[in-house]
């Protein structure tokens, strides 16, 4: 049977490197670390890897060992400590995709709120299922009908963020070219903007399309999220390549905050992309 290979989330990454820097900040090596816990030095190089998130005991005891004595900072690794062992919803999918797709399933869940690019189609949590299932069999023309289901419903679940009790904030500013392009039918690109248009009355969802007239645009490199998530999570931006889902945090995250700033900048209002929004889907019907 093949065994499949172990992965560090992004929150047991986040949670180890906060370990590493605290022992380098007192001047300890591994081998010291794991004596003081009575384990192994490759156990304690793998709490620092994320590859096997620290249990409670062990964190408590190297807080101790560390000299973190402020309540704040306890508490807030303490959390994400739990935070690394909790299962969510979307870890049913965890054999259906690949492991950066929970990751970004798991960051829409905690952010309170997301920016998000669109160069190219609709963001996922704004996607009709009709038009989500025509974006999945294109960019994965050979999945199985079993696959594309399972994807399909991971995406279609993702949106419920937008409706939890305390929903997280999305401000999508679209180009106006993935209003014009073609994903499906005519009958879909209709659906899918009417939709967006009743996505818009949510008073957690703001919707800004770039128009083609704005000229220049604030950058060239395609669609983009950044997440904003509370303490003691940094801050994540997201770009999704062919080769796989890229996570930059802060301060790295910086150059994406700028790019959006400037095509936000460029954007209509709401009101003005609404009706801009309103004037395609006609043309689709």
Known sequence: ???????ATLRSQWLGQQLRELRDERGLMIKEVAEYLQRDPGTVSRFETGFYPIRRPDLMALLDLYGVSQPRQRDALLAL?????????????????????????????????????????VPGLLQTPEYASAVIKTNDADATPDQVERWHELRMNRQQVLEDEKPTMLTAVFDESVLRRQVGSSQIMCGQLRHLEQCAGNPTVNIHILPLRAGTPAGTYGSFEIFELPSPFPQVAYSETMAGGVYVESPDSDRFIRTYDGHMSRALGQAESLELISKIAEEWQ
């Open 1 to 7: 049977m093949a065994v499949t290979p172990q992965r």
């Open 81 to 121: 400590s739990q935070d690394v062992w909790q299962k969510g919803w979307w870890d049913g999918y965890a054999t259906d995709v690949v492991g950066s797709l929970v990751d970004y399933a798991w960051l829409e869940s905690r952010a309170t709120h997301i920016r998000s690019f669109a160069a190219i189609v």
